[in-house]
């Protein structure tokens, strides 16, 4: 008990001074705050532009991906009347037309978030 | 809990803290502030997870603070012993720089967790209980650290007193 007094009596007069005011200290403490909300509201504005982003490309994507889609049956005809008769491999003009589809629909979806997040990072 | 809110429990407690900090830090009081700044925008930016019924505002930011006190200490390499204490710089008054270099090169020499429990302790007045919460140990083991930091403190304060 003797020796927990003695520490004790040390630690009651220990009034250390600081470094800066409790003024200064404040002070700059708000500062960080007020730095840290503008990187977080930022963040956060970020974020949100990027998911508008990626929602405009996939409705851009699906919306091409439909037209085409829809064009398949009239894009395969034009493709099979300028087709070599020379040629003897066979070719399927359905997959042919369902692989350019895709491609065209991941292109168009990838150029519209491109353009959208461009958009976004001006402002 | 608000940021207005938050300020104001912080303009309470935070010469507390630095108190607490600075003896942790062994009378570094640059780095005390630096390790208080860094704990008061970690609060800040987790204030979501504290809870107001389960824990006192000032056990939860001393526990913060302490966290950050050991993350910093962990990222350190130690160039320096406790005796640089002794070249401090100090501030407009000598006398009172100088004035804790004892207590400053014994707290030096204590392991972290001795030196935080026994400040916790006898400086802010916490229970052991209290003192488990914001160190992460078991109440055993808080007290274990206690024996032992009041021991090594009072050997490394008063060698002749054995």
Known sequence: ?123 | MDRGQFISGVEGSQKALRRFLMALCCGDSQLADDVAQEALIKAYLSLGSFNSTEEKFNAWLFRIAHNTFLNMKRAQHPTVGYEATANLAGNDAPDAAFRYQALYGALGRLPAKERASVLLYYMEGYDIKEISAITGNSEDAVRQHLSRGRKHLRELLDPTDK
């Open chain 1, 1 to 123: 008990m003797e020796e927990d007094d003695k520490i004790k009596d040390l630690f009651s007069n220990f009034q250390p001074e600081l470094s800066t005011s409790d003024g200064d200290f404040l002070a700059q403490l708000r500062r960080s705050m007020a730095a840290v909300e503008l990187v977080r509201r930022q963040h956060l504005a970020r974020r949100r532009d990027s998911r508008k982003a990626l929602a405009v490309a996939a409705l851009t994507g699906f919306a091409v991906g439909v037209i085409f889609t829809l064009l398949i049956p009239f894009v395969g005809d034009c493709i099979s009347t300028f087709s070599i008769s020379s040629v003897t491999v066979t070719i399927d003009y359905g997959i042919l037309c369902r692989f350019m589809a895709a491609t065209a629909s991941c292109l168009t979806a990838i150029n519209a978030c491109r353009l959208a997040l461009g958009k976004n990072f001006r402002r």
